[in-house]
Structures are given as C-alpha cells and as structure tokens.
C-alpha cells in the first residue's frame, strides 16, 4: 500500500471534499470545524473533512463474534454454488494453522479441496495467491472463513471454472497464474527507513482527546507493517518467532508474505462499481460486466441500510480528516461538542474516502481491518485501507456505483437525548475540543445509516467500544456509514433535522455509516 507521508502533520493541507454525512455536514459545511482540533477553528475545515456518522452503541465484536462472522455462509444466499465437479470429497485437511511458517508456506504441496473451518500453509498460500489476484479475501490470517471462499466463488465466476467456492486443482492453477507464479509466497524482506518510519501514536478512547493529536497515526510499527502486508498481526508475528517486530530498525529481515505491488497494474479500465449488501462485496467491472477486482465489503446494516439502486462516485479523497458531529451521531447527545479529528490511518474513514452521489454515502478505509466482510457499518461501504487505496487509483469522478440486495429498515429515534437528561446542559456549555469527555471511542465502534432529511446535511456519530485490532491493543470496531438521506430511506421513527445551529424538525442521527464527509 502506499506510504503516507505520516510528517504531514497539519490539519490545513486537508483535501477539498462535499461529503453528505456517511457522516455528512452537508455541502454548506455550517457545522463547527477546527484546522487543529484544539486550537483556532477553520471557516474552510467543514469543506475539506470527512463527515462520517458511528453509532457508538453497537457493541464491539469479541474473538467469538468475529469467529461466528468468518464461518458465516449467509453469503450464499445472494449466489448459486455450481455442483463440486466429480461430487464430493471429504478428504480432510490434515494442516493445522501452528504449522504456518515460511518454508511450510513455501515448499510444502497445496492441498485440495480446500474448505470448511480449516488453518494451516495451504490456506495462507491460498489467500496470498488471492490478494495477487486482486480478488481480495481481506486480512489474512491463515484461516479459512466467508472472506476467503466468496473471493474464490468469484474469481471462479470470473475465470469460467465451477463455482463451488471451494479450492480446487483446477482453481489453484489459475490462482497462481493470475497471482504471476511466484516462486515464493512469503519472502524476507529488507526493511528501508520508510516501512520502520513513525511517528506512532496512542489514540485515546476520548474523542476530544483524540481531535488534540496531530494526527491519527499508527499506534504501534506492528501495527503499520501488518497493514502493509495484507496480514493480522498474530500471523506475523507466527512467521517471525522470536522477533519483536516493534523493535524492528531499518536494514532487518522479516518474513513476509508476497502481497500484490502497491503500484500493480490494472487488470482493465473500470466502468462500474457493484456493491452487495448481503453478499457484502464490491466489485469493479469493465464494460463488458467482466470481473476486474473483487473486495470484501462492510455495508449497512439491519438499522442503517446502505442505499438502493444506481449513484456516481463524485470525488476521491486521499487521507481525509473527520468532523465529529454529535447532531447526526447515533448514541451520542447533539448537545456534545464537534471536533474535528485529524487524518490518518487510525482516523474514522481510514486512508481514502470517495464520496458517492447520494448524500451522506460514500466508500472508504478503516481503522478496524480485522471486522471488513464481517461487521456491519452504516451506510457507507467500508473496505480494508490497502484495498481501497488500490480502488482509488483506478476509479474516477462519475464512475457508476451499483447498489444490490441491500435490506433493512429504518432506525429509531437516537435515545441518547433521553438518556442525557439534565447533562445535556452543561454539556453545551463545553467547549468543542477542550477537556476531558467520558469515553465517545475516538476510534468508535460503528454507526448505523438513518433517513436524513433530503435537504439537511447529515453528520456523523460515533460509538464507543473497545475491540483488539487485528488481535492487538484495544480499540473501538470503526465503521463509518452513510447516513440514508430521504430519497432513499423515507421517514423513520423520530426524524430529526440537524442543522449548523441546533436540531430542528426531528428526524433520526446517522449512524456509522450513515453519511461521514471526508475532510
């Protein structure tokens, strides 16, 4: 993936963005902005930062729930399996995931057929070959699971081959073949000062402590290089035994698996971009329909419904900051203060936010790689940071975006007001980004998509919730929606109209991924 220039550390250099809030703060950008968070506010902020909606009442997923959600084979409900060629093989896989290693990986023979709740070198050869393929199976982590076999259903679809989502001989040839048969698929590679480089940055569960930093940095250089390399932390950490990868310095080793060039070609021009709800995917195809690039995808969910039907992407944003706004967030009162949260990796939107035609919708990163495929978000399309960067860079302005087998329903009224009660004034009081704040997730948990008025910029929410990245450090599962404007989810329960000056008419908040604007 590409580096960012992490020493870019001024708010002010943010790129011009109209984002309807996924978070949205509208294309009038009224609502509160700061260059620095804490410090002197920006009149031009609004307009250049990502205005993302969380709902920071959605609960964190634990090892278990993201265990349920990796077997998860819901999926297969939006798809048709073709039959297994010659029936079916039970032979088991013999491979346990402890016997991942580099020479394992390397040199011991792929077993087929490949499925069902298995680990072990032959699925981490299998998802390697995918992420060179371009038919992302997400982090990798050397467990099969949902994000794995529905990349392989697909470029099995792609390739004219039986469509069982099932690793075959068949499929393993054209896997290498399309992943450029390489001859090694974890390989040990030099670390230059850019992959070591900093700074890293603890990021504070409070969100007003988070909007102080100067950027949202990685927290850890194990954090950094697992995101470069397509791969959970616990994996690298198993193909490097005994290294302490946060003590690493330029001109060390480390083995690594053979991910696709941040610079790869393109396989083709893109024409259109298909999302699915329920498939939880996107797709770039030519104009022929071909498949180009398959991305596991987290969408809205029952609450915050990503839209329906047909959009545009209308701008691309790389590294975009985020406007915390507590009038469209699901879970926090709309008498908190904004904030603006500074970019990077670890901010709201991750790395890239390309916002769609539909206000308060967009397609963008995530701090939270580990739940992509798996948690739902709200509205908006989230994918891991590597794969929508390398979206970005074959995707322009007016580009159709597809939105299929989408469902949900409409939340209600946001109860934080409620359960506010006599705070609520006092909170008013504070000052945008000053002070302490009980914990609102700087990292939020995800929000959910709520119906927006049409004609009222929808802002995003925030939600706290504590969730190990990538099996490292505690933090909140992020999810950035897009909140549903009118024209696509209607009216829900206990509308509210939020505007740069207060709440009016009533309509609900936006959840994560109801509508967040890049800044």
């Known amino acids: 993936m590409p580096n960012m220039k992490m020493q870019r550390r001024s708010l002010a250099v943010l790129l011009a963005l109209a984002v309807s809030a996924c978070g949205d703060g509208n294309d009038a950008g009224a609502a509160k902005q700061t260059a620095e968070p804490a410090q002197q506010p920006d009149p031009n902020a609004a307009q250049n930062a990502a205005q993302v909606a969380w709902d920071r009442r959605v609960a964190r997923m634990s090892a278990e729930e993201l265990q349920r959600a990796r077997m998860d084979e819901s999926w297969m409900e939006v798809v048709q399996l073709d039959p297994i060629p010659g029936g079916r093989n039970e032979r088991p896989n013999p491979e346990k995931w402890e016997q991942i290693a580099m020479q394992t990986v390397n040199s011991l023979p792929q077993h087929v057929p490949l499925y069902g709740d298995v680990g072990g070198p032959s699925v981490l050869r299998t998802q390697i070959l995918l992420d060179r393929a371009l038919f992302s199976p997400g982090i990798m982590d050397g467990n099969w699971g949902k994000n794995t076999a529905e990349a392989l259903y697909w470029f099995q679809k792609r390739e004219g081959i039986p469509a069982t989502a099932r690793l075959d001989s068949l499929t393993f040839e054209r896997l290498k073949t399309a992943g450029g048969s390489p001859t090694e698929l974890v390989v040990a590679r030099t670390l230059s000062a850019e992959d070591v480089a900093g700074p890293f940055t603890k990021i504070p569960d409070d969100i007003y402590e988070h909007a102080k930093l100067e950027c949202s940095c990685y927290e850890t250089l194990t954090e950094k290089l697992s995101e470069q390399f397509h791969i959970t932390p616990d994996l690298l950490q198993k193909l490097n035994p005994g290294v302490a990868v946060d003590g690493l310095r330029q001109g060390q080793k480390l083995n690594v698996p053979a991910v696709r060039n941040d610079d790869a070609q393109g396989r083709g021009t893109v024409a259109k971009l298909v999302v699915s709800g329920r498939g939880t995917y996107l797709h770039a195809e030519d104009a022929s329909g071909k498949i180009l690039y398959h991305f596991p995808s987290t969408l809205g969910g029952q609450y915050s419904p990503s839209p329906r039907g047909d959009f545009r992407v209308r701008t691309v944003t790389q590294d975009p900051a985020w406007h915390y706004q507590p009038d469209i967030l699901v879970g926090v009162p709309d008498s908190e203060a904004d904030a603006m949260i500074p970019k990077g990796p670890n901010v709201a939107v991750g790395k890239v936010w390309m916002a769609l035609s539909e206000p308060h919708y967009g397609i963008h990163g995530t701090a939270e790689p580990q739940t992509i495929g798996y ?145």
Request: glycine content about 16%; proline content about 6%.
């Open 375 to 519: 948690a739902s978000s709200n509205g908006c399309v989230r994918l891991t940071n590597w794969d929508v960067e390398f979206l970005s860079r074959h995707v322009r302005p007016n580009t159709p975006v597809e939105f299929r087998d989408i469902s949900g329903q409409k939340q209600a009224e946001d109860p934080a007001n409620a359960e506010a009660g006599a705070s609520s004034g006092a909170a008013k009081a504070a000052a945008p980004a000053s002070g302490s704040r009980a914990a609102t997730g700087a990292r939020g948990g995800s929000t959910r998509a709520g119906a927006a008025a049409a004609d009222t910029p929808a802002r995003p929410s925030t939600r706290t919730g504590n969730t190990t990245r990538g099996g490292t450090g505690a933090r909140g599962t992020s999810s950035t929606g897009s909140g549903g404007s009118s024209s696509t989810s209607g009216a829900a329960g206990g509308t509210r109209a939020s505007t740069s000056g207060g709440t009016s008419a009533e309509r609900p908040k936006q959840d994560e991924h109801a509508g967040h604007n890049p800044h």
